[in-house]
């Protein structure tokens, strides 16, 4: 089936600083990507709807100026955290789907803000 | 209150146990997802359904589209089943969004 990866896997970062989050669909052209994040014992919420080549659907709620998503290339959507706060210390997946709609997600990227 | 319903939030069996997940939904939808999210986080996609039934090893899911709720099966549980089982659905056939459900947390026990 499908492959979805993100890197990192999990990142630590002090108050303030930026953390960029790759997503990468390794064997097939991925238009869209989405950005969920969950908290502990929580389902997943969506963020934004990445689309190549366009700007990114944002959910209500989600500050576009604090997580920037960008999805440059049909293989690559990346969403950088910026000036990050502990409270944005969650766990965030990327999902893309093929034609027939199947959900193929990525194995989750643990971000821990001190 | 969530669109999407699940049932029950925490699930307890025994090796062998059959299982079953209830999920309900508010309105009409174009798709149904089953997910299995293990412990590490990663998430497989275990079904995804229109209408009728599918059945793929020891998981069987089913919709019900006129009620408005699906339900997942696992016969003869397995400690390797223990995870967090999450419903989905897809409201619109020009959108690729889901809405999740809460999630299912099973412990299947030897």
């Keep these: 089936g499908a492959v979805v990866s993100q890197h990192p896997s999990w990142v630590i970062c002090k108050s303030g600083t930026s953390v960029k ?12 990507m989405f950005w969920y994040r969950q908290f502990p014992k929580q389902s997943l919420m969506l963020m934004a709807t990445s689309n190549e080549g366009s700007k990114a659907t944002y959910e ?17 959507s990346t969403l950088t955290v910026t000036s990050a706060h502990p409270e944005d210390s969650s766990f965030y997946i990327c999902s893309s789907d093929l034609l027939s709609y199947e959900q193929y997600f990525g194995p989750g990227t643990r971000l821990t803000v001190t | 209150k969530n669109e999407v319903e699940q049932s029950p939030q925490n699930l307890t069996a025994q090796e062998g146990e059959f299982i079953t997940i209830n999920c309900s939904y508010s309105v009409g ?13 990663g998430i497989v996609s275990l079904f995804m359904l229109s209408s009728g039934k ?20 696992i016969t003869a549980s397995h400690p390797r089943d223990s995870a967090v089982y999450i419903c989905a659905v897809r409201y ?13 947390r099973l412990q299947v026990f030897p």
């Design chain 1, 21 to 32: 989050i790759e997503c990468r669909s390794l064997d097939f052209q991925a238009t869209t």
């Design chain 1, 60 to 76: 209500q709620g989600v500050e576009k100026d604090k997580f920037l998503i960008n999805h440059a290339s049909l293989t690559l």
């Design chain 2, 29 to 41: 939808i174009s798709a149904l997802h089953w997910l299995q999210q293990h412990p590490g986080g």
């Design chain 2, 54 to 73: 599918k059945k793929h090893g020891r998981l069987i899911a089913t919709i019900n589209i006129q009620e408005k709720h699906s339900s997942l099966h």
């Design chain 2, 92 to 104: 619109d056939y020009n959108t690729d969004k889901l809405i999740f459900g809460t999630g299912t």
